[in-house]
């Protein structure tokens, strides 16, 4: 079984251009959800998507956006980039997000705005 | 709100010893769950271990082991018989009974070598 896949690896963008990450769950599992991770503020809990539906949210600005597809692949947006957003962005996926579920990581994108 | 604390930012461990980890978590719920995480450099987070706070006995993974302390609120990690795939950042978190899976908090990490 394939693992969550996030593309691409890395990226790099410049002040105010914004920016979409990818993320496709293992096969079948249906919640998605995003953290930030940066030396500064550690990992943060960005948002949760559940068959389409954003089922839980952090304390980021509303410049962070995402959304989840029929098909349960999930991409995060960030518009007008500053130079804070740089951090590795990683996706973990579960079955249905019960909280007696395993979480499974993927490796992460590594935005860095110049 | 919870917070998770992990005081130690690096340790250094020889291979085929033991290590022990610190966490501290503030919270006012009473069922919760907690967990440790490891991030090697291929940045993937990995689940080491998993204890949930209503379980008085303390979780085992192999050579991976808790000590979970309720009243303290603390939850400290294990590590015996050193290797040197475990050489990476290990990661206390927390989560809500009430909540799901995705939403972890996390403490800010203890980088951990394992040198021969």
């Known amino acids: 079984k394939a693992g969550v896949t996030q593309t691409p690896r890395y990226l790099i963008k410049t002040r105010g251009q914004q920016v979409t990450l990818s993320c496709s769950p293992i096969s079948g599992h249906r919640s998605v959800s995003w953290y930030q991770q940066t030396p500064g503020q550690g990992l943060q809990f960005l948002f949760e998507y559940f068959s389409e539906t954003q089922r839980n949210k952090g304390n980021f600005p509303g410049r962070f956006s995402g959304r989840q597809f029929s098909n349960s692949r999930s991409e995060m947006n960030v518009s007008t980039l500053e130079l804070g957003d740089s951090a590795l962005y990683l996706c973990?996926?579960?079955?249905?997000?019960?909280?007696?579920?395993?979480?499974?990581f993927g490796s992460g994108t590594q935005l860095s705005v110049l | 709100a919870q917070t998770v604390t992990q005081s130690q930012p690096e340790m250094s461990v020889q291979e085929a010893e033991t290590v022990t980890l610190s966490c501290t978590y503030d919270t006012s719920e009473n069922n919760y769950y907690l967990f440790w995480y490891k991030q090697p450099p291929s940045r993937q987070m990995i689940l080491v271990i998993r204890?949930?706070?209503?379980?008085?006995q303390n979780a085992t993974e192999n050579r991976f082991s808790v000590n979970f302390q309720k009243a303290a609120k603390s939850f400290s990690l294990k590590i015996s018989d050193s290797q040197l795939g475990d050489t990476a950042m290990y990661f206390c978190a927390f989560m809500s009974y009430t909540g799901t899976a995705s939403k972890l908090t996390f403490g800010t990490g203890t980088r951990l070598q394992v040198t021969l």
């Open positions: 204890q949930e706070a209503y379980k008085q």
């Open positions: 973990a996926s579960s079955f249905d997000g019960a909280n007696n579920e395993k979480l499974f």
